[in-house]
């Protein structure tokens, strides 16, 4: 904290525990462990340290701006949710992955934010875990399934074993926007919610990644509770970043596509638009240093910003423009140049090529068609990672 420019801190370092973390610190402190049945809840904590400092801010420095990074953990895995969460899904997902896939495929198109086709399921994709199929279902139980397969071939006990953890899934996520909810309240209550810039933008895709940690999965307890450890799992992965394709640990769309919202009444006069330009994390650094005034600093040896402030885009599309954008995550690797993304999946690859602007969803391959253009991109794809590996080396 104190090298990082916070005044306060809450780090829960124990992702593997919503209900009772063992490793979490209050500015830099070591807290104690919490046991089973203490009433904690990560989700819950992580916004209530929020308010408490927005209310001594609000106390001690009532005329100074201030930033807060409020940084959920869910819905990462395990699938821990309260279980009056829970329950506002009972029986919501009885219809499957396929048909949740394509409803939201239809209702994304029909709000405009995507204009491709529905890409197709990625059944052969194994996502990483650190046990074998059959270890898995031996630890997790007969409803597990290691694949996107079809909804329709699995058996009654695996449906329902399956759409009870999608309800746990949709009830993590909603604990997280009522306490979000709660921070925005406060701020609307003390009148400075107009004049707040508030962004929200997710992790990378949902995680097909399917595993057991920590104190391990009691198959006797109710799922979602804190003796559990669930994953959501590739076939509803699929479905929570319909229509893209993969999910978090890839590099196509389903795995890289973040949600970003921008609200600031007092400094946005095109509210309520979308905003197609595509931009990169690496672009919030440079955006809240332009929005607070200040401008980079000019330090020896530090490598100047990577991405670009976004502050134009907040009044009109189309006015940041990347020469490219970098990603490389464990095996995979993509790049992206004006419409032209490449990717890469897995240690071997090979690369695809798709043309965006037509196929966001990734459905039709032009790396055979456009080979030039392919080995173009591989080359510049290959020249940053240079260049990022030798400035790691450097620092």
Not at 112 to 129: E, H
Not at 136 to 158: D, F, H, I, M, T
Not at 233 to 242: F, I, S
Request: aromatic share 8%.
């Amino acid at each position: 904290m104190a090298n990082t420019g916070f005044d306060h801190s809450y780090l829960l370092e124990d992702q593997n525990r919503f209900f009772s973390p063992r490793n979490h610190r209050l500015d830099d402190k070591p807290l104690p462990a919490v046991e089973r049945g203490e009433g904690f809840y990560g989700t819950t904590a992580i916004a209530s340290h929020a308010l408490r400092w927005l209310e001594g801010h609000r106390r001690d420095h009532p005329t100074q701006p201030f930033f807060l990074y409020l940084a959920f953990t869910s819905p990462h895995f395990p699938l821990h949710a309260l279980q009056q969460d829970i329950d506002r899904y009972k029986d919501r997902y009885n219809e499957g992955w396929d048909v949740v896939r394509e409803r939201r495929w239809r209702r994304l198109r029909s709000q405009g934010l995507v204009r491709c086709g529905l890409s197709k399921p990625d059944t052969d994709m194994v996502p990483a875990w650190n046990l074998t199929p059959a270890d898995l279902r031996a630890q997790v139980g007969p409803g597990e399934v290691p694949n996107a397969v079809p909804w329709s071939s699995l058996s009654r006990e695996q449906k329902e074993f399956q759409a009870a953890k999608m309800a746990i899934h949709a009830a993590m996520v909603t604990r997280m926007d009522l306490e979000a909810g709660r921070v925005l309240d406060y701020l609307r209550d003390q009148g400075q919610l107009e004049n707040t810039v508030v962004i929200f933008l997710s992790d990378n895709g949902a995680s097909a990644e399917m595993m057991v940690r920590a104190d391990g999965h009691d198959r006797a307890a109710p799922p979602g509770s804190s003796a559990t450890h669930l994953c959501l799992g590739p076939g509803w992965a699929g479905a929570a970043n319909a229509p893209f394709r993969l999910s978090k640990h890839w590099i196509h769309e389903g795995g890289i596509s973040s949600p970003m919202l921008v609200h600031w009444p007092a400094g946005i006069r095109d509210r309520g638009k979308l905003r197609h330009t595509p931009v990169h994390l690496v672009d919030m650094l440079p955006t809240l240093v332009d929005l607070a005034g200040g401008k980079p600093l000019e330090t020896a040896g530090a490598p100047p910003f990577e991405g670009k402030s976004l502050a134009p885009l907040f009044q009109r599309d189309g006015t940041v423009e990347h020469d490219h954008l970098f990603f490389h995550h464990m095996y995979n690797r993509g790049i992206r140049q004006g419409d032209e993304k490449l990717v890469w999946a897995g240690e071997n690859g090979p690369w695809e090529l798709y043309d965006l602007k037509h196929d966001r969803c990734e459905r039709n391959n032009l790396a055979t068609r456009k080979p030039a253009r392919a080995k173009a991109l591989a080359e510049l794809w290959e020249r940053r990672e240079r260049e990022f590996a030798q400035q790691k080396l450097s620092s």
